[in-house]
């Protein structure tokens, strides 16, 4: 059972349009994260956000968790070549140490 | 640091033969995790430790598979025998503790199995 899905799977792109991603499920998180990966790579994080409600922004990314700790939404402004990859949320849960991961979605940027 | 360092990067065995990834986690962080992930599956859960204690195998796909963690600083994951649908991309990942779970992977070991 996958707990965490993402949506859309996978998205194609042109360079300088704006995108949104979703991460979606029935259960409660304490914290939800994301990564990208990059062929040939592990993932790695890009933020962490614990706060229903929650925003966070680092630089053209802007990260949202739902007011019910249940999803998340990642958006990208004028999306450049260099954001392709994969884009994975992670949920985890107080006393839990292990994440949970998203199906991911794959983002390809066109130059 | 280095971060988390895995060995082999890529590896190609026949089927029926033993694997063996290892893994180098952060210093000083509690807790290792090992992943596999393929397109169809995604990125699953096999195990993880806590202080070089397995707390959760329910991910290990089968007896085929075991992990081991002799220490804070190297982990191994074992497959015998190996057979073709276990080719994947293998991760081990680290994080700091039960209350820091930002976790910091390793990059990968390709395995192929023919």
């Known amino acids: 059972t996958q707990l965490l899905e993402q949506s859309p799977q996978f998205l194609s792109i042109q360079e300088g349009e704006n995108l949104t991603v979703y991460c979606n499920s029935s259960s409660v998180f304490s914290s939800l994260q994301w990564y990208r990966q990059e062929p040939g790579e592990g993932p790695v994080l890009l933020v962490t956000?614990?706060?229903?409600?929650e925003v966070k922004k680092l630089k053209r990314l802007t990260f949202q968790f739902g007011d019910a700790r249940k999803d998340s939404s990642l958006h990208i402004t004028a999306a450049q070549p260099g954001d392709t990859g994969l884009y994975l949320c992670?949920?985890?849960?107080?006393?839990?140490?292990?994440?949970?991961f998203g199906t991911g979605t794959r983002l390809t940027v066109i130059p | 640091d280095a971060g988390v360092i895995q060995s082999p990067r890529h590896e190609v065995t026949e089927m029926g033969q033993e694997v063996t990834l290892r893994c180098k986690p952060i210093?000083?962080?509690?807790?290792l995790f090992w992943y596999r992930q393929t397109m169809m599956r995604g990125l699953e859960l096999l195990i993880y430790f806590n202080n070089n204690v397995p707390i959760d195998d329910s991910g290990m796909p089968e007896d085929r598979f075991s992990a081991k963690m002799p220490n804070a600083s190297f982990s191994t994951l074992k497959i015998q025998p190996s057979e073709p649908r276990d080719s994947a991309v293998y991760f081990c990942?680290?994080?700091?503790?039960?209350?820091?779970?930002?976790?910091?992977f390793g990059q990968g070991t390709r395995l192929t199995v023919v």
């Open positions: 992670a949920g985890g849960r107080t006393g839990a140490n292990n994440l949970f």
């Open positions: 956000v614990v706060t229903g409600g």
């Open positions: 990942a680290s994080t700091l503790s039960v209350w820091r779970t930002e976790a910091f």
């Open positions: 210093s000083g962080h509690d807790y």
